[in-house]
């Protein structure tokens, strides 16, 4: 979900409006998740919280480099004006 919503910022920051909706609801998703992992209370704490770290590294290590891929081929297309 974290690459969603970074992909998310930058369409919408550029005003890019026809898959932006998707990207904010595939984020959105992933923020009721991260809500959701805290809410098992049969879980200890520290498992959910590892859990929690887990995804927002590697999404955002995933998201920055398929940010980095959809910059160069924008570039490239001059998709960005």
Do not use: C, E
Request: aromatic share 14%.
């Amino acid at each position: 979900a974290y690459p969603a919503l970074m992909t998310a910022v930058i369409f919408i920051s550029f005003k890019i409006k026809p898959l932006t909706w998707m990207l904010v609801l595939a984020a959105a998703l992933g923020q009721v998740d991260l809500i959701d992992t805290l809410m098992h209370l049969h879980t200890p704490l520290l498992i959910s919280i590892l859990r929690i770290a887990n995804g927002l590294i590697f999404g955002w290590v995933i998201g920055l480099i398929w940010i980095g891929f959809v910059w160069k081929i924008a570039v490239k297309s001059r998709f960005f004006g």
